[in-house]
Each structure stands twice: as C-alpha cells, then as structure tokens.
C-alpha cells in the first residue's frame, strides 16, 4: 500500500481540520500547534482562526490575553466576527455580540449561531455550565446542520454530559 503524500505546512484545511479533530479528541497541545500554525499564516483576514486559538489554549490551561489582543489589533473591526473577537477580548459584552449578531447585514441566522456558540465556550471555561448548556442548545436548534457551529455546539454537549456523568459516578 502507497502512503500518502505528506501535506504542505501551510495547508490551511488540513491545519484546520486537524485542528478541531486534536481538539474534541482531548489533544489539546497539538490543538494549539495547528491553530497557531494557522493564525500566523492567515494572520487578521481570517478572526475565527485566532478564535480557536484561544479556546485551545483556554483548554490548555494557557494564559493568552496578550496574544489575543495583539492578534486582534489588526482584525477589521467592521465586520463579522469582530464583536466575539472583541468579546473574547474582553471589551465587548455577550448581550453586545448578540445585539450585534442581530443588526449587522449578512447572514443573520449565521452570526446568531456563532453568538451562540462562542459565548457558550466562554460561559463554560469560566464555569457556568448551566448558561453553557443553554446557549449550546441553542445553537443545535438554531444552527442549520451544515454549519459547524451545530455540530461543535453538539460536542460540547457530550462532553458536558460526559462530565456530569464523572462527577455524578466517581
């Protein structure tokens, strides 16, 4: 059987898909490589990078507050997702994304998910499982099942249910 042919450092799906599979499959550090592999490659055009990179590294118990602002310095901030950056920032609030992800032109259903589903992420790294648990459920049901926000949203559900069932069962 041939192997594969290696892909190129700086393919972005394939930093991004494995990105996302490091992360739900609990491999965080390697999580965190792709993304800041890809924040440096796709740099402000592309917010949501850097967005992952900081749940990554949230769930890699890293401080990123400085890292985030200086790779938020250069995202327009006209357009969307500039309030969750913004938000994860820390000079935006949830009730600011969500008035946002409302008025802003575009696909309103859309940034109504992302609202959604990054606020919950937040919700849940400081804590609030409960209001994590709301806004994931949410997003299943307002997500389009072609959007990753539905299946990411999902995700987290398990692994919310997962830690439920350790904690409940120890």
């Known amino acids: 059987m041939e192997e594969p042919a290696p892909f190129a450092a700086d393919d972005t799906v ?3 898909v494995r990105g996302e599979a490091a992360l739900y499959a609990g491999r965080i550090a390697a999580a965190v490589d792709d993304f800041a592999a890809l924040t440096r490659i796709e740099g402000p055009a592309n ?3 850097l967005l992952w990179l900081h749940i990554a590294r949230q769930r890699a ?3 990123d507050k400085q890292e985030l602002e200086a790779n938020a310095a250069n995202v327009d ?4 997702p500039w309030p969750i950056v913004a938000f994860y920032s820390g000079t935006e609030s949830a009730n600011a994304v969500f008035a946002a992800a409302t008025t802003s032109t575009g696909n309103s259903l859309r940034r109504i998910c992302d609202a959604e589903f990054y606020v ?3 919700r849940l790294a400081n804590g609030d499982q409960r209001e994590a648990r709301r806004l994931f459920e949410a997003a299943v049901k307002d ?3 072609h959007v990753r926000d539905h299946a990411f949203a999902a995700m987290e559900l398990a692994r919310l249910d997962a830690l439920a069932t350790s904690h409940a069962n120890p």
């Open 14 to 16: 394939l930093l991004w």
């Open 47 to 49: 917010p949501y990078a």
């Open 61 to 63: 118990g890293q401080d």
């Open 77 to 80: 901030r006209r357009r969307w």
């Open 120 to 122: 919950a992420i937040d």
């Open 143 to 145: 997500c389009s099942v």
